[in-house]
């Protein structure tokens, strides 16, 4: 089992910054990828940023390419998602999720293990 910790989330105020950290714990060896998703009320979960770590490869979503970036810190088995130039329509709660096997990729269900999720209120 791999476990997964959210932090970072809060309130900031249109056009700021936010930097999310993603921990996982127990079976990290078996991980291979890392994705960051989101998910407003009454929506879908979103896909935002993904990434390998064994070679650093990233992907990201159409509506965060630009302004996030995620990054990670293998010696502390923690993956960061950089947020700037934050919109209203960025709030949501952000979820970090580890897969077994494979690249990063924008599906949920390829996902083995999930946070519980950190929230972000971007609000004047």
């Known amino acids: 089992q791999v476990q997964v910790v959210e932090s970072g989330g809060g309130l900031v105020q249109p056009g700021g910054s936010l930097r999310l950290s993603c921990v996982t714990s127990?079976?990290?060896?078996?991980?291979?990828?890392m994705g960051w998703f989101r998910q407003a009320p009454g929506k879908e979960r979103e896909f935002v940023a993904g990434i390998r770590p064994s070679d650093g490869s990233t992907v990201y979503g159409d509506s965060v390419r630009g302004r996030f970036t995620i990054s990670g810190d293998n010696a502390k088995n923690t993956v960061y998602l950089q947020m700037n130039r934050l919109k209203p329509e960025d709030t949501a709660i952000y979820y970090c999720?580890?897969?077994?096997?494979?690249?990063?990729?924008?599906?949920?269900?390829?996902?083995?293990?999930w946070g519980q999720g950190t929230q972000v209120t971007v609000s004047s």
């Open positions: 127990g079976r990290t060896f078996s991980v291979r990828a």
């Open positions: 999720a580890a897969r077994n096997i494979g690249l990063a990729t924008m599906r949920t269900y390829e996902y083995d293990y």
